[in-house]
């Protein structure tokens, strides 16, 4: 069995109980907390670790979630960790977190420019790709200087590049192309 695999029987099982219990949204917001928190290096050390026994990596996410999570999220963090998939935790949750926006019909869309963009064009752009790909729209910003200039658009798997970086890129190919063939 594979790590997907894996995620997935775990996180469709949480999404199908927190469905069943009404606890959809706040079950989101406790995986998104356990994929950051899962995220960090400390975290992925306790995880992976051999040396750590599984009484005390409950231990450890008991003392560090409380009750700041759900009853259903942390007896799928005991589960896990009884049933020795810790390890698969952060893959859980982030196969968790994608299942609920399919479910809520929610895109990930990541727009890269040089600078910040101004809130009304952020705006614009999230109406655009609402409306063309007739979803509702997550948008996240990321600013690389070295595109110089234009944009990189992401919508699922579907990938723009109208950044001057992208534009160079193509003509240094087309000239490299050129003086091959000639």
């Known amino acids: 069995?594979?790590?997907s695999k894996i995620s997935?029987?775990?996180s469709r099982a949480l999404f199908q109980l927190a469905l069943e219990k009404k606890l959809l949204d706040e079950v989101f917001v406790d995986?998104?907390?356990i994929a950051e928190l899962?995220?960090?290096d400390d975290m992925k050390n306790i995880l992976e670790?051999?040396?750590v026994v599984p009484s005390?990596?409950?231990k450890i996410f008991k003392d560090i979630l409380g009750t700041k999570v759900q009853e259903i999220t942390m007896s799928l963090i005991n589960l896990v960790i009884k049933n020795g998939r810790e390890s698969y935790l952060p893959a859980i949750a982030r196969r968790f977190v994608r299942e609920i926006k399919d479910y809520k019909g929610i895109t990930e869309t990541t727009i890269t420019t040089a600078v910040k963009l101004e809130d009304n064009i952020v705006k614009q752009i999230e109406e655009?790709?609402?409306k063309t790909f007739n979803t509702k729209v997550e948008l996240k910003q990321n600013v690389?200087?070295?595109i110089i200039g234009g944009f990189i658009l992401k919508v699922e798997d579907s990938y723009v590049d109208a950044s001057v970086r992208g534009k160079l890129r193509t003509i240094e190919k087309e000239l490299k192309e050129a003086t091959l063939t000639a």
Do not use: T
Request: net charge positive; charged share 40%.
């Open 49 to 51: 670790s051999p040396m």
């Open 128 to 130: 655009f790709v609402a």
């Open 56 to 58: 005390k990596k409950r």
């Open 1 to 3: 069995m594979n790590d």
């Open 38 to 40: 899962c995220g960090r």
């Open 144 to 146: 690389d200087k070295d």
């Open 8 to 10: 997935v029987r775990y």
């Open 31 to 33: 995986m998104r907390l």
